[in-house]
């Protein structure tokens, strides 16, 4: 395999970049713009999907999950509960629109839905679950029940 470049001189902070996926037989390159490649100026709706990042921390008090949504509204996203125990989290970015005078020269965020579902454990209190959104973060806050400590007594050794 060879790495080739756009122009015979190498400038470190060209946005010009490689991309290692070109030439390959599949629809779609990582750094596609309306220039280099007209029917493939904006990312699919499964890049979509996979780009809601979410991180799960979990506390002694709780699961904490955190999405990164800029750009999106609290009316746009869903925060569900399913079969019990399954928290999904879902929702839409729309596409700017397009003017037909405009030339785009990089398209890079995604549009189109999103979905993650995560299985919680048996000590989530689903009944008591919170969502806050702020500064684009979705904050999800899952409490859990205290795990009791089995009461241990002593016994005495005769002898």
Do not use: C, Y
């Not at 490649?37 to 904490?64: K, M, Q």
């Amino acid at each position: 395999m060879s790495i080739t470049r756009k122009s015979n001189t190498f400038d470190p902070f060209s946005l010009d970049l490689w991309d290692p996926f070109d030439g390959f037989p599949f629809n779609h390159s990582l750094f596609s713009t309306p220039r280099s490649s007209p029917s493939l100026s904006f990312p699919s709706d499964t890049s979509a999907f996979a780009a809601a990042r979410i991180d799960w921390r979990e506390t002694p008090e709780a699961h904490v999950f955190k999405a990164d949504l800029p750009g999106i509204k609290k009316e746009e996203v869903k925060v569900e509960v399913e079969e019990g125990n399954v928290l999904q989290i879902s929702g839409e970015r729309t596409r700017e629109n397009e003017e037909k005078n405009d030339t785009w020269h990089r398209v890079e965020r995604s549009s189109g839905k999103f979905l993650r579902r995560f299985r919680l454990p048996e000590n989530a209190k689903m009944d008591q679950i919170k969502a806050a959104m702020e500064n684009g973060v979705l904050t999800v806050t899952v409490p859990k029940e205290e795990v009791k400590k089995p009461e241990v007594k002593s016994i005495e050794i005769s002898g």
